[in-house]
């Protein structure tokens, strides 16, 4: 679907019920520690580099990536393809789907 017809009234998709559940309990439970859009923390060592949230290692902007739920910053190692998000989300999203499960 394009991005274009999904704002369309009555067009809509039909949301599950234990998705929303499960994305409000994940907006109670993860506090955001950045905006959207705000910039990482640059390294006080180097004038290129920045900072990763997570392991405080130093890298490009090119190599760290935000994370959609908290706003972290992290590199490949602090990151997590499966839900697009750091691994301290990831690791929350986790414990929600396997309570899920019982």
């Known amino acids: 679907m394009t991005l ?8 809509e998709a039909p949301k599950s019920k234990d998705s929303t559940d499960l994305f409000v309990q994940l907006k109670k439970e993860i506090t955001v520690m950045r905006k ?16 990763c949230d997570l392991c405080s290692t130093p890298h490009t902007v090119s190599e760290l990536r935000q994370c ?27 414990i929600h789907m396997i309570k899920g499960k019982d």
Not at 4 to 11: A, D, F, V
Not at 36 to 51: C, I, N, R, T, V
Not at 76 to 90: G, I, L, R, V
Request: proline share 8%; charged share 25%; glycine share 8%.
């Open 68 to 94: 959609v739920l908290c706003g972290r910053w992290a590199c490949d190692a602090c990151w997590k393809d499966e839900f697009y998000t750091c691994k301290s989300c990831a690791g929350i999203i986790k």
């Open 36 to 51: 959207q859009g705000e910039p990482p923390l640059k390294d006080p060592h180097s004038f290129a580099q920045y900072m």
């Open 4 to 11: 274009w017809k999904k704002n369309l009234p009555g067009k």
